[in-house]
């Protein structure tokens, strides 16, 4: 048990800070195993990964080795600093620095909030690229749109 969750915790390590090893992370569920058959770990109930300042929630996830990459579906919540993403599921590329929530996303900080059908977040270029019934409220402004483009860290739409 103690070998998975070492494994699950350095390739956690890789595909979310993708900077240095050095960080420790946090992860928690109520159930973690390794999927023989399909190669991936499994992570069941109350997921819950914490790497330097950014957390994300979940009530399942699945990890796959080779490929870098992860799936977590069920309450997903993504949280860096006052960058707050909302989904039913998100789907990460580890090697690209790419994770996509759909399903009824919410994302929300300081003066912003933002609602669409999904979002492609690059955490290295820090850009989200909002699609699907799109609706913005940044301070006393309201406008929708088919897709918006959002720098998390200029704070810019272009």
Do not use: H
């Not at 997921?47 to 330097?52: H, K, L, P, S």
């Not at 088919?146 to 739409?157: A, E, L």
């Amino acid at each position: 048990m103690r070998y998975k969750v070492v494994i699950t915790t350095l390739l956690i390590i890789i595909l979310l800070t993708g900077t240095t090893l050095a960080a420790k992370p946090i992860i928690k569920s109520d159930r973690t195993y390794f999927d023989v058959s399909t190669g991936l770990y499994v992570l069941n109930g109350n997921v819950y990964i914490e790497v330097g300042n950014r957390i994300i929630k979940a009530n399942q996830a699945k990890v796959d080795l080779a490929s870098l990459e992860v799936w977590a579906n069920g309450g997903v919540s993504v949280t860096q600093g006052d960058i707050y993403f909302t989904g039913d599921s998100v789907y990460v590329y580890g090697s690209q620095k790419l994770a996509q929530i759909s399903g009824g996303v919410n994302f929300s900080r300081t003066g912003v909030a933002i609602t669409a059908d999904s979002v492609d977040y690059n955490w290295q270029q820090k850009v989200a690229v909002f699609s699907g019934n799109v609706n913005v409220t940044q301070g006393d402004n309201c406008w929708s749109a088919d897709r918006v483009n959002y720098n998390v860290q200029t704070n810019v739409f272009f």
